[in-house]
């Protein structure tokens, strides 16, 4: 329903160069990579229109042709450019005044969270969308104890998999915190994030598809599963 965040504003985070895109990107900039019908920033734009958000942004680096972005939002959202590049967070100082609390959400995050529900329980200072992912080392992992000879192995895996959990490049934070953290100088986001953390992080698990569609074999999944969704 249309406004039904009247506090909410929205930024979709598209500054950077793409390098590890390049081969995909025919010289566009990473916002502009081909994904189903449209771009990776058509995509965003269209998960996002259910919020009804009272405000919605898009955070460019003039660097990394901020202008071709401009031209193909075609007036669906409100252009932020950074002068310089200032980081993955940096340029959040350029936002509006008027929403109590800001969406981000990185130009290549594709996944099926629910958005809606993802804001409806964000709380405090900051709360970030975290996903389960197994990685395998590589290597043969083993246990030394110490022992009568000094220190011993005393068990091993092979090329174990082992569970973490990774950011997914979503957040929602408080107009305030953002106000304080982000002054114009140069900051990634786990600086800003990591700086709210004594403040209390809220971490919202999201067990669903997650995919960071930041190199072409990515870009390939992350059309796929759009085009399954379909």
């Not at 793409?18 to 771009?39: F, N, V, Y």
């Not at 031209?71 to 940096?90: S, V």
Request: with cysteine; proline share 6%.
């Amino acid at each position: 329903m249309p406004g039904q965040n009247t506090d909410l504003g929205v930024v979709i985070i598209a500054g950077g160069a793409g390098l590890r895109l390049r081969s995909a990107l025919d010289g566009l900039p990473k916002a502009l990579a081909p994904l189903g019908e449209g771009t990776l920033l058509d995509h965003q734009l269209q998960q996002l229109a259910p919020l009804g958000a009272a405000q919605t942004c898009v955070l460019a680096c003039a660097r990394h042709q901020a202008a071709a972005i401009g031209e193909a939002l075609q007036g669906r959202a409100a252009l932020l450019t950074e002068a310089e590049p200032l980081g993955t967070a940096g340029g959040l100082h350029l936002l509006p005044e008027g929403p109590s609390r800001w969406l981000t959400i990185n130009v290549d995050h594709v996944s099926d969270v629910n958005l809606v529900d993802f804001v409806a329980q964000a709380q405090g200072p900051c709360t970030a969308l975290v996903h389960q992912k197994r990685v395998t080392i590589d290597e043969g992992v083993v246990i030394v104890r110490d022992g009568p000879l000094g220190p011993q192995l005393a068990g091993w895996q092979e090329r174990p998999s082992v569970a973490v959990e990774v950011t997914a490049g979503l957040y929602v934070f408080s107009a305030a915190a953002l106000r304080r953290a982000c002054t114009g100088q140069r900051i990634d986001m786990p600086a800003l994030v990591s700086a709210l953390m004594p403040a209390g992080v809220r971490a919202h698990r999201h067990s669903g598809v997650f995919i960071d569609a930041g190199t072409p074999e990515r870009l390939a999944a992350a059309a796929a599963f759009v085009a399954r969704a379909r």
